[in-house]
């Protein structure tokens, strides 16, 4: 950390409050900066190391080891399918990556001589060939190479300390790269460096804005000879230089992409996993775990707004939901409702009987969410602090001082949520929010930040953790501050109420998040470049592993017009998390706020969502078993179309729905690019063949959502019940689809129910499978034959 923080901190300190708040907000500053230089090792002379030439293998379980001149390299392929090695010797754990101690090694799998000196480990999915000189080279089973890591280099601190270390990476000229968490510009990352380091931009993002709060070292890689996602298990600030290849470049050779990682320390050691985009983020869940199921009303409609200005404004805006005919499931509470913004307290005064608040709300379907930030008031007086203190649980400098820093309530304190103990603690103190009547919490702020740091962390680089025992410094606490905090909240409420499933949300974290809840944008800008980067950081998250998460309607900051509003609105209306909300220096979002003709477009898009719970339900029951996103790119069944790749302005809902937001004023009619097979119209029924581009309508009114022929969706019908919506096969096609019944809040899971469609005699024959037979127990309805459709 240097004098930038300090520029930094007197950036912001115009917009934190008065004149104290100011002051400690630049004497932070200068703290932390004193801090780094009392308490962390100068880097001097370096010197710089290669593997050198292969010596010696030795074979083991599912790999072996492979030692060089000035390293060795561990191999092993695990029963799962995916490829680990680490250099220096580094194996797999511990990882906060890693669900468990990770999967077994494939006893199948040999270590075993290749040509001119090298060794290789074949897998069922991939063959790893390591050269002589320490080049790693993935290769399909058919001998196509896919990615090849050249040999690295490390600089070492001649004094002793991390080394520092770089590995590149070659791919083939025509691959894509996405992934890298949440990132503002994609899906599809373009030639660029990206930093790996959680950071608050302070102010609303849209692309171009890099980094952001939830970074992951994780790669997925899509070419036309596969499909391979990376994982660089290392929470240390990195950065990710990449280059888009190019076919027949110069001479007419291929230029292949590049990707260079540099990382300030921590191991080198990775995963590879290879296969089609289903299969390499189902390897990816069963190595970093299941992702969290959230209860059914978390698939609904939230609404949050900054500064709720009471108990009655709450009821306010709930009975004029209602009055506008708006299903609403959720109302977020900000930190206003905090008594002097401390965590784990209430406003008294504005809200005298919050528990009897949450009680009335829920007699009409709607549950309250709470925001929780780490930061704690250094305060005596305050109940968490003072048992914090006495506990031992907040971080501590390289002194043995705790850590003080700036926020919302002044100077506070941070609990290691690196130590199990603390995690203990931590999570037992929602007792208090579930006593208010919470269902639901937002981690907010938990890179952690404060007004202090935008942009650097709010804790030294020198903060001292406990890291599950190893201990270490905030330069590798800091990227998975978030997903611990997120983890002890989840292992907290799993305790305090066993029998429901807890629901968590963050806008930080790292690879793994899943396993503990989902994941919020933060704050984008309003405008049409933030409802851009709204999709961009949904699709992103997905296929990182995290597929619960979404951005606030309208953005951040400003009043969007109208127009920008309702287009949001409709693609909110198909996201996992979908939120109304504002930031503290943005106006109203309520539909009715925008006019009769937003309103009436607006509650079209709620009622659809509504009807399409059911589906979201199973999404997230698929998500969970098979690690699969709910937004998925239009790419995900045909990795190797081109065409579709290069597509970043409609996704598939699944498997079933493909949607196409207006993401630009002024459009009525936008063009689309279809996958493979007959896709309809779900408001017109029309149908268009694919692959290829066709053109459709986007009046105000709805953005374009089109049904893959065969489709079996679950919806609910008029009256509430549960029906299933089946879209005709193309003639001389099948279809199919699968419905996961859902026991609500609490830990049942019932096995998906598969059902298949054909086109026999004229007719659309639809079938449970798996020895039901016969007419599902649904109420069915045929899409595609026409006007109206039909009933079976």
């Given at each position: 950390?240097?004098?930038?923080?300090?520029?930094?901190?007197?950036?912001?300190?115009?917009?934190?409050?008065?004149?104290?708040?100011?002051?400690?907000?630049?004497?932070?500053?200068?703290?932390?900066?004193?801090?780094?230089?009392?308490?962390?090792?100068?880097?001097?002379?370096?010197?710089?190391?290669?593997?050198?030439?292969?010596?010696?293998?030795?074979?083991?379980?599912?790999?072996?080891?492979?030692?060089?001149?000035?390293?060795?390299?561990?191999?092993?392929?695990?029963?799962?399918?995916?490829?680990?090695?680490?250099?220096?010797?580094?194996?797999?754990?511990?990882?906060?990556?890693?669900?468990?101690?990770?999967?077994?090694?494939?006893?199948?799998?040999?270590?075993?001589?290749?040509?001119?000196?090298?060794?290789?480990?074949?897998?069922?999915?991939?063959?790893?060939?390591?050269?002589?000189?320490?080049?790693?080279?993935?290769?399909?089973?058919?001998?196509?190479?896919?990615?090849?890591?050249?040999?690295?280099?490390?600089?070492?601190?001649?004094?002793?300390?991390?080394?520092?270390?770089?590995?590149?990476?070659?791919?083939?000229?025509?691959?894509?790269?996405?992934?890298?968490?949440?990132?503002?510009?994609?899906?599809?990352?373009?030639?660029?460096?990206?930093?790996?380091?959680?950071?608050?931009?302070?102010?609303?993002?849209?692309?171009?804005?890099?980094?952001?709060?939830?970074?992951?070292?994780?790669?997925?890689?899509?070419?036309?000879?596969?499909?391979?996602?990376?994982?660089?298990?290392?929470?240390?600030?990195?950065?990710?230089?990449?280059?888009?290849?190019?076919?027949?470049?110069?001479?007419?050779?291929?230029?292949?992409?590049?990707?260079?990682?540099?990382?300030?320390?921590?191991?080198?050691?990775?995963?590879?996993?290879?296969?089609?985009?289903?299969?390499?983020?189902?390897?990816?869940?069963?190595?970093?775990?299941?992702?969290?199921?959230?209860?059914?009303?978390?698939?609904?409609?939230?609404?949050?707004?900054?500064?709720?200005?009471?108990?009655?404004?709450?009821?306010?805006?709930?009975?004029?939901?209602?009055?506008?005919?708006?299903?609403?499931?959720?109302?977020?509470?900000?930190?206003?409702?905090?008594?002097?913004?401390?965590?784990?307290?209430?406003?008294?005064?504005?809200?005298?009987?919050?528990?009897?608040?949450?009680?009335?709300?829920?007699?009409?379907?709607?549950?309250?969410?709470?925001?929780?930030?780490?930061?704690?008031?250094?305060?005596?007086?305050?109940?968490?602090?003072?048992?914090?203190?006495?506990?031992?649980?907040?971080?501590?400098?390289?002194?043995?001082?705790?850590?003080?820093?700036?926020?919302?309530?002044?100077?506070?304190?941070?609990?290691?949520?690196?130590?199990?103990?603390?995690?203990?603690?931590?999570?037992?103190?929602?007792?208090?929010?579930?006593?208010?009547?919470?269902?639901?919490?937002?981690?907010?702020?938990?890179?952690?930040?404060?007004?202090?740091?935008?942009?650097?962390?709010?804790?030294?680089?020198?903060?001292?953790?406990?890291?599950?025992?190893?201990?270490?410094?905030?330069?590798?606490?800091?990227?998975?501050?978030?997903?611990?905090?997120?983890?002890?909240?989840?292992?907290?409420?799993?305790?305090?109420?066993?029998?429901?499933?807890?629901?968590?949300?963050?806008?930080?974290?790292?690879?793994?998040?899943?396993?503990?809840?989902?994941?919020?944008?933060?704050?984008?800008?309003?405008?049409?470049?933030?409802?851009?980067?709204?999709?961009?950081?949904?699709?992103?998250?997905?296929?990182?592993?995290?597929?619960?998460?979404?951005?606030?309607?309208?953005?951040?900051?400003?009043?969007?017009s109208p127009e920008l509003y309702l287009r949001w609105f409709q693609l909110g209306a198909y996201l996992p998390l979908f939120r109304t909300g504002s930031g503290p220096r943005a106006g109203r979002r309520e539909p009715w706020a925008f006019g009769a003709d937003v309103l009436e477009h607006a509650r079209v898009a709620l009622l659809e969502r509504r009807r399409l719970l059911p589906y979201f339900v199973t999404l997230a029951h698929l998500a969970r078993r098979t690690g699969a996103p709910y937004v998925r790119p239009l790419w995900w069944g045909a990795p190797?179309?081109?065409?579709?790749?290069?597509?970043?302005?409609?996704?598939?809902?699944?498997?079933?729905?493909?949607?196409?937001?207006?993401?630009?004023?002024?459009?009525?009619?936008?063009?689309?690019?279809?996958?493979?097979?007959?896709?309809?119209?779900?408001?017109?029924?029309?149908?268009?063949?694919?692959?290829?581009?066709?053109?459709?309508?986007?009046?105000?009114?709805?953005?374009?959502?089109?049904?893959?022929?065969?489709?079996?969706?679950?919806?609910?019908?008029?009256?509430?019940?549960?029906?299933?919506?089946?879209?005709?096969?193309?003639?001389?096609?099948?279809?199919?689809?699968?419905?996961?019944?859902?026991?609500?809040?609490?830990?049942?899971?019932?096995?998906?129910?598969?059902?298949?469609?054909?086109?026999?005699?004229?007719?659309?024959?639809?079938?449970?499978?798996?020895?039901?037979?016969?007419?599902?127990?649904?109420?069915?309805?045929?899409?595609?034959?026409?006007?109206?459709?039909?009933?079976?």
């Amino acid at each position: 950390m240097d004098g930038r923080d300090l520029v930094r901190s007197m950036r912001v300190v115009g917009s934190v409050g008065g004149a104290g708040r100011r002051l400690r907000t630049v004497r932070a500053a200068w703290r932390r900066r004193r801090a780094d230089a009392e308490g962390l090792p100068r880097r001097g002379a370096e010197r710089a190391r290669v593997p050198g030439l292969l010596r010696e293998a030795e074979p083991g379980p599912g790999g072996g080891t492979l030692r060089f001149d000035r390293s060795e390299l561990r191999m092993a392929v695990a029963v799962n399918g995916a490829v680990f090695w680490g250099w220096d010797g580094a194996g797999p754990e511990p990882s906060y990556g890693l669900a468990g101690h990770g999967p077994e090694p494939d006893p199948r799998a040999v270590l075993e001589p290749d040509k001119d000196g090298g060794w290789r480990v074949v897998a069922e999915r991939m063959t790893v060939v390591v050269s002589r000189e320490g080049a790693v080279e993935v290769r399909t089973p058919g001998g196509v190479t896919l990615r090849r890591d050249l040999p690295p280099r490390w600089w070492e601190p001649v004094d002793g300390g991390q080394a520092r270390w770089l590995q590149r990476s070659r791919v083939g000229a025509d691959a894509r790269f996405f992934g890298l968490g949440g990132r503002a510009s994609g899906p599809r990352l373009r030639d660029g460096v990206y930093r790996l380091w959680n950071t608050d931009p302070g102010r609303g993002f849209a692309p171009g804005d890099d980094p952001l709060h939830l970074t992951m070292p994780v790669q997925l890689v899509v070419a036309d000879a596969g499909a391979h996602l990376v994982f660089h298990d290392t929470s240390w600030d990195g950065t990710v230089t990449l280059r888009e290849g190019e076919e027949g470049a110069g001479s007419g050779h291929d230029r292949p992409g590049v990707c260079e990682l540099r990382m300030d320390g921590g191991p080198l050691r990775c995963w590879v996993m290879v296969g089609t985009p289903a299969r390499v983020l189902l390897t990816w869940a069963s190595l970093t775990g299941a992702a969290a199921l959230p209860p059914a009303w978390a698939l609904g409609h939230h609404h949050a707004r900054w500064g709720f200005g009471g108990e009655q404004e709450v009821r306010r805006i709930v009975a004029g939901h209602q009055e506008h005919g708006l299903p609403l499931d959720a109302v977020h509470l900000d930190v206003g409702h905090h008594d002097g913004h401390r965590v784990f307290t209430v406003d008294g005064d504005r809200y005298p009987k919050l528990p009897a608040l949450a009680e009335d709300l829920l007699r009409d379907g709607v549950r309250l969410v709470s925001v929780v930030g780490p930061a704690v008031p250094a305060e005596p007086g305050d109940a968490v602090y003072e048992t914090g203190v006495a506990r031992d649980v907040f971080v501590r400098d390289a002194a043995g001082r705790p850590v003080r820093g700036v926020s919302r309530p002044g100077e506070v304190v941070y609990p290691d949520f690196t130590h199990a103990r603390v995690r203990e603690w931590w999570g037992g103190l929602y007792a208090e929010r579930l006593a208010q009547g919470f269902a639901g919490f937002w981690h907010h702020m938990n890179e952690p930040t404060s007004f202090a740091a935008f942009g650097e962390p709010t804790l030294p680089r020198s903060s001292r953790h406990a890291l599950e025992g190893w201990g270490g410094d905030h330069r590798e606490a800091h990227n998975v501050y978030g997903l611990c905090m997120a983890r002890a909240a989840y292992e907290g409420l799993g305790r305090l109420a066993p029998g429901q499933r807890p629901f968590v949300f963050s806008r930080s974290g790292w690879a793994g998040l899943q396993r503990y809840g989902g994941a919020w944008a933060g704050d984008v800008a309003t405008g049409w470049p933030g409802l851009r980067a709204s999709l961009s950081l949904v699709l992103g998250l997905g296929l990182c592993g995290v597929p619960y998460s979404g951005a606030d309607v309208g953005g951040s900051d400003g009043s969007p017009s109208p127009e920008l509003y309702l287009r949001w609105f409709q693609l909110g209306a198909y996201l996992p998390l979908f939120r109304t909300g504002s930031g503290p220096r943005a106006g109203r979002r309520e539909p009715w706020a925008f006019g009769a003709d937003v309103l009436e477009h607006a509650r079209v898009a709620l009622l659809e969502r509504r009807r399409l719970l059911p589906y979201f339900v199973t999404l997230a029951h698929l998500a969970r078993r098979t690690g699969a996103p709910y937004v998925r790119p239009l790419w995900w069944g045909a990795p190797e179309d081109r065409a579709l790749r290069d597509c970043e302005d409609a996704f598939l809902l699944g498997d079933c729905l493909l949607v196409a937001p207006v993401l630009e004023p002024g459009v009525e009619r936008r063009a689309v690019r279809l996958p493979r097979g007959r896709w309809y119209d779900t408001v017109t029924e029309r149908a268009y063949e694919g692959p290829g581009r066709v053109v459709v309508d986007a009046p105000l009114s709805r953005i374009p959502v089109l049904a893959r022929a065969g489709a079996v969706i679950p919806v609910r019908d008029g009256d509430g019940g549960a029906a299933l919506e089946v879209w005709a096969p193309a003639p001389g096609r099948a279809g199919g689809g699968v419905v996961g019944p859902d026991a609500g809040d609490g830990w049942d899971e019932a096995e998906p129910v598969r059902y298949a469609v054909r086109r026999e005699d004229g007719r659309v024959v639809v079938e449970r499978e798996g020895g039901g037979g016969g007419v599902p127990p649904h109420r069915v309805r045929i899409r595609g034959l026409g006007e109206g459709g039909g009933q079976m």
